[in-house]
Nanobody, 124 residues
Framework: QVQLVESGGGLVQAGDSLRLSCAASGRAFSTSVMGWFRQAPGKEREFVAGINWSGASTYYRDSVGGRFTISRDNAKNTVWLQMSSLKPEDTAVYYC?????????????????WGQGTQVTVSS
């Protein structure tokens, strides 16, 4: 089992950067695919980025590629989402999630454990 706690959200201006953190507990973290999702008001929760257990493989949704970077440190039980060149359309609650699989997937159903979310608001 994995427990997840996100932090680092806030109110920023367009073009700013922000780094989200996800602190994990549980022995399964180091072998889990980790993902970041987001949910804007009135919209479905969507995949943002994923990283495999070793950090050697990452995957991003098209709209954040080149602006967001996902990384992890298994020794610290932490995964990060570095967000740069933020846009108003990045405004959402961001969730950290852990998958029980070994391959990065974008479907919400493949992630078993979820954090409580952290709000990111980007003003224009």
């Amino acid at each position: 089992q994995v427990q997840l706690v996100e932090s680092g959200g806030g109110l920023v201006q367009a073009g700013d950067s922000l780094r989200l953190s996800c602190a994990a507990s549980g022995r399964a973290f180091s072998t889990s695919v980790m993902g970041w999702f987001r949910q804007a008001p009135g919209k479905e929760r969507e995949f943002v980025a994923g990283i495999n257990w070793s950090g050697a493989s990452t995957y991003y949704r098209d709209s954040v590629g080149g602006r967001f970077t996902i990384s992890r440190d298994n020794a610290k039980n932490t995964v990060w989402l570095q967000m740069s060149s933020l846009k108003p359309e990045d405004t959402a609650v961001y969730y950290c999630a852990a998958s029980v699989g070994s391959v990065i997937k974008t479907a919400r159903s493949t992630y078993r454990y979820w954090g409580q979310g952290t709000q990111v608001t980007v003003s224009s």
